[in-house]
């Protein structure tokens, strides 16, 4: 055992089998079940307590649960309640919620009197008169979901896992109250004894020795079930991973005899479930756990990438369709509103798979003002391109066939700057007739060109070449419910060991971002700000501190009109000239545009003063992101659309200014550019 040291007084396993049935169908399975989980327990996992009763009839069943349980433990314990055997589900108009009442079947029941069962009310009762800190229940009968309304918990427990546990995290799951339930099967659903043809609840003398149900709690603790984080094993099992590990390994077993027979085990938090987490701990593997890093877990305005991806959540459902789409699809157009996550979900979500499964991945490419230049940088990088060699209509054909040549995903990001930046038509139709080739070349299968896209620009590629390809490439990111959006608060809080004073301020976060089309990134950028305004002070995330950013909607607007209510005249002056210059007009919609240093450049120096200085501040307050473009030029750009779009000051200054002015603006810079050059 790798993991000695001792988390709680004393670990107890109380354990309930039942076979021999008198007046009901025997079952085959659970007395094996339950020896085998004791012995595991045992001796893998250090409870120093097992109470093992098999085939018992009501009265020792109801002495076991009221009697020798409650006597056994003692202050700050720590619990597992195992039954296995018949369970059976009876509606009763006495609950007020319509909801079933459960029953556990003891050997001598009589089906046709219900006065026979042991009620999981009853159970539910004893368990949470126990003084213990951890309890785990899990029952492996049918209808064992139904114990979730005796515990009245009507919510379903959402996987609280992050991606990564920290040792501080570890260490609150442990300090905290965990009270949690795992069942075989929903309230409607019978449980399976062996793995057969037979009918769902069929429980006949078949060849297996143990339930399926059975079968996945013995893996996932022989560690298994340690599955967080993804690329490697921590040494602890959280009931949040076991649960997760062995609902898929159910739920794909029973599949495959048929639809019909799906069993989809069921987890939820009993009444005195607080903040921990039932833990077993890997049976060969050490203990793991890295110190929290000092980080900001939020990224504000700035997309997720692949190094990010542990901090990435609320998205895991697009993730899926978008792997499923990528498995037959040499071409994926991601389009979405502005501030659905387009960029993110792709580049911390669908990337990292895909470089799993062996596809070599380009560096990210915007097109920007010269999509052909950053693509040649791109090539050249990636050795498609000699040194010398120069992308031209001539061997266009012969570099996108070098390029398919093994599995690779080019990502073409913001693909609007096509129209937005690039003026040269010329340029625009290499940059398509590049992916028209990709998708036409013989070695196809062995692309994926994912490009995204924003959908109020999207029409404006209707007849830009890529038409034959476009709608049967189409992927539109939908918008995020509420529970996406608690996943995104809440998962890098549990992760980074962070918490809301009060709770509900999640709530009424959710509540107000809901409110705000393509509220992402206004809710990004608000949790961010309330990071870094709590952090010294604890890792607590107030209320005050909420109210005084000014909401997901205000905070923004309070972050950007700080900066310019503290500056002076001259400096207000420089901040209007430099934010007109971060703002395009194409087709009618607004948009950021990535400005080149050299374009801030002013003949009087106390003017390129006050610049850098509002620059530096913006950057700061990570309102802006600095680069350098393919060609190592230093730009900056605003860190999202929703900088142009929810700042009230800015769209004052475009008004006055006049967008048609805008527009004139960048094209004379661009021809006193050219005249220079």
């Not at 057969?196 to 149900?213: L, M």
Request: with cysteine; proline share 5%.
């Amino acid at each position: 055992m790798a993991n000695q040291k001792k988390y709680f007084p004393n670990s107890h396993a109380f354990i309930v089998a039942n076979n021999a049935y008198q007046q009901v169908s025997k079952l085959k399975t659970p007395i094996n079940d339950a020896t085998k989980l004791a012995e595991i327990l045992e001796n893998k996992h250090n409870f120093e307590q097992i109470h093992l009763l098999t085939d018992a009839n009501k009265v020792q069943l109801e002495e076991f649960i009221t009697q020798t349980m409650p006597n056994a433990v003692q202050q700050d314990d720590k619990v597992l309640f195992y039954f296995a055997g018949h369970g059976i589900a009876v509606d009763s108009d006495e609950d007020k919620e319509g909801e079933p009442k459960g029953y556990l079947v003891p050997t001598d029941a009589d089906s046709n009197d219900e006065s026979t069962f042991v009620a999981m009310d009853l159970l539910n009762e004893m368990l949470h008169q126990l003084p213990s800190r951890h309890l785990l229940l899990i029952l492996d009968c049918c209808f064992s979901g139904s114990f979730e309304w005796s515990a009245n918990k009507s919510r379903a427990l959402r996987s609280r896992v992050p991606k990564k546990i920290y040792k501080e995290r570890f260490d609150r799951y442990i300090k905290d109250p965990a009270w949690q339930a795992i069942t075989s099967a929903a309230q409607d659903q019978l449980a399976l004894d062996v793995l057969s043809k037979k009918p769902v609840g069929y429980r006949g003398d078949d060849n297996q020795d143990h339930s399926p149900f059975a079968l996945s709690l013995f893996a996932g603790l022989d560690g298994a079930a340690d599955v967080v984080p993804a690329d490697d094993k921590d040494g602890i099992i959280t009931a949040s991973e076991l649960y997760v590990y062995m609902r898929d390994w159910v739920e794909d077993q029973s599949i495959k005899q048929s639809e019909k027979s799906r069993q989809t085990p069921k987890f939820f938090p009993l009444a005195k479930h607080d903040k921990g987490e039932f833990i077993f701990f890997h049976p060969t593997h050490p203990l793991n756990l890295d110190p929290i890093p000092q980080r900001n877990p939020y990224k504000g305005l700035q997309s997720f990438n692949e190094e990010d991806q542990e901090l990435f959540y609320g998205r895991d459902d697009v993730i899926e369709d978008l792997q499923k789409k990528a498995e037959d699809h040499f071409f994926i157009v991601v389009t979405g509103a502005s501030g659905t996550g387009k960029s993110s979900v792709i580049k911390a979500g669908l990337l990292p798979i895909l470089r799993d499964q062996g596809f070599n991945i380009f560096p990210v490419i915007r097109p920007g003002k010269n999509p052909m230049v950053s693509l040649q940088e791109i090539l050249l990088e990636m050795q498609i391109l000699a040194s010398e060699e120069v992308i031209t209509q001539d061997n266009l054909a012969q570099i996108a066939h070098k390029v398919t040549e093994k599995p690779t995903v080019i990502l073409i990001d913001q693909y609007e700057e096509l129209i937005t930046q690039c003026k040269s038509e010329a340029e625009q139709t290499m940059f398509i007739d590049f992916i028209r080739l990709l998708l036409e070349d013989d070695r196809a299968v062995n692309v994926r060109v994912v490009i995204t896209v924003r959908s109020d620009f999207e029409p404006q590629f209707e007849n830009l070449g890529l038409e034959k390809y476009w709608h049967e490439a189409r992927f539109t990111v939908p918008p995020f419910s509420q529970d996406d959006y608690r996943e995104v608060i809440e998962k890098p809080a549990i992760q980074e060991v962070l918490f809301f004073e009060p709770a509900d301020l999640v709530d009424e976060i959710i509540n107000e971002v809901i409110q705000a089309p393509g509220g992402l990134p206004l809710l990004s950028f608000l949790l961010s700000q309330l990071y870094d305004k709590c952090y010294q002070k604890g890792r607590k995330l107030t209320q005050e501190a909420y109210n005084e950013l000014g909401g997901v909607i205000g905070s923004l607007r309070t972050s950007a009109d700080s900066i310019y209510n503290n500056l002076d005249d001259n400096h207000r002056t420089a901040m209007r000239h430099l934010m007109l210059r971060l703002v395009s007009v194409e087709g009618g919609e607004l948009a950021s545009r990535r400005v080149l240093m050299p374009e801030l450049e002013y003949s009087k120096e106390d003017v390129n003063t006050w610049i850098n200085h509002v620059v530096n501040q913006l950057l700061e307050a990570r309102l802006l992101v600095k680069g350098r473009d393919s060609l190592g030029q230093i730009y900056i750009e605003p860190a999202h659309d929703a900088l142009i779009r929810a700042w009230g000051t800015l769209w004052d200054w475009i008004k006055q200014f006049g967008e048609d002015n805008i527009t004139l603006q960048r094209r004379l810079y661009e021809a006193v550019t050219e005249l220079d050059e």
